[in-house]
């Protein structure tokens, strides 16, 4: 039985991966943000990992929709400082709603959870780029760094609020799954998750 219940997540991590990778592909930017910051959706199905299996399968979703991604649409930079920067959001939002889930497992407990991995994610990723993705990018781009008033304008005008129209447009979309899926959640959930 054991045996089943670790194949059959293995397989549903892998089509959750394909899932999250095909969403990957439909992007789009939010005015007045610049272009460079564009939303997706491929997060939900590592949520829905996360919720149901656990972190590690959340954390493994997010792993193969970049390297999916990475292997077929490629990189300007050459280095694939965007798939990192990607896994690195999508593993700040789904962690915190992992646990926050899993110690509440109630609507208020998903709620929460989500509220906190925006504000994670906003917060985390606003950091991760003033001192590392950023001067990645105009490093490897071969282009003037960005750096001073210019990088706090940046962050503070452009990817801090991003990130939380971001994590409250996959709010509202997980809530309405949520609401939709609640049983095959809670039955995904008494398989994968022990008690």
Known sequence: MK??????????????SSISFLLMLFNFPIPPFPAFLEVDFSD???LLAAITMGPVAGILVELFKN???WIFSG?????????IANFATG????????????????IAGLIGGLATGTIVMAVGMSVLNYALFLPMYTYFLGM???VGDSLYKMIVAGILPFNIVKGILLTAIMALLFSTM???IDRQRSMYITK
């Open 182 to 184: 609640r049983k095959w």
């Open 44 to 46: 939900m199905p590592a």
């Open 3 to 16: 045996k089943n219940v670790k194949l059959q997540s293995f397989i549903t991590i892998g089509m959750l």
């Open 67 to 69: 390297v999916l991604d």
């Open 75 to 83: 990189t300007p930079t050459g280095v694939p400082v965007g798939h």
């Open 144 to 146: 003037e760094p960005v």
């Open 91 to 106: 593993i700040l939002f789904i962690l915190p709603v992992s646990f926050i889930f899993n110690r509440f497992k109630s």
